[in-house]
């Protein structure tokens, strides 16, 4: 593990420089991403807005606040859900802090575009390697594209529209040290995309099927952890009506 941190934080201060396109000339920080260095659900945006190019952290402000509701609404941890279910005293940075031990947040461009527009195509390009990279060094059990750009930054298939291939899974391929390593995409729509829609109440909303999604993704990580450790299957969810 300390070897892992150490590689990780060496790929944290060479990306800190980055120079590979024009949002350096503007930006204020890299948002290089943060969280447990062997997560098993690394979990990728498209671009740092304003507010995370202030801070530094990728997932900040109402669509990272939503985005840690969903993961402590599927959580396995008691603390996680007490946190989260705490309404009098609730405690957003606590709520991160605990789920930063459990998954990986990062985004595909480390750099904010101004009037936060999409990253342009060599944008992205210029951050791939840092993206494959970590990749490489966390090595997830799933990834989950947060967004359009995410997905297909990720897989390649620029056509795809993510209100249609939401929940789908995807296969991507990394270069390895030796061989090409393979590692299964989960399509996610944005929070933000879902924090401007509103839309979460009835089952059919788009922000409950997210939620599946969500719980579809972590089903897949248990199954993993019962089929390679022999792990009991924990209890997820949230109960109907709550």
Known sequence: MQDKISRLNALYSYWSQCTRCPLANERKNVVFGYGHPSAPVLIIGEAPGGHEDECGNPFVGDAGLLLDQYLAMVSANPEVRAVAGDKENFNPKLLRDLLRNEYFFTNIAACHPPE????????????????????????????????????????????????????????????????????????????????RMNDFKQDTSLGAKTYEDFMRAHRILDEYNKHHFGIDIPKRGIPRGQ
């Open 116 to 195: 936060n527009r999409d990253p342009n195509l060599k944008e992205i390009e210029a951050c791939m390697p840092r993206v494959r990279e970590l990749i490489y060094l966390i090595d997830p059990v799933i990834i989950l594209a947060v967004g359009k750009i995410a997905l297909t930054s990720l897989t390649g298939k620029k056509a795809l529209s993510i209100t249609q291939v939401r929940g789908n899974l995807f296969d991507i391929e990394i270069p390895g040290r030796t061989v090409p390593l393979h590692y299964t995409v989960m399509a996610l729509l944005h929070t933000s995309y879902l924090c």
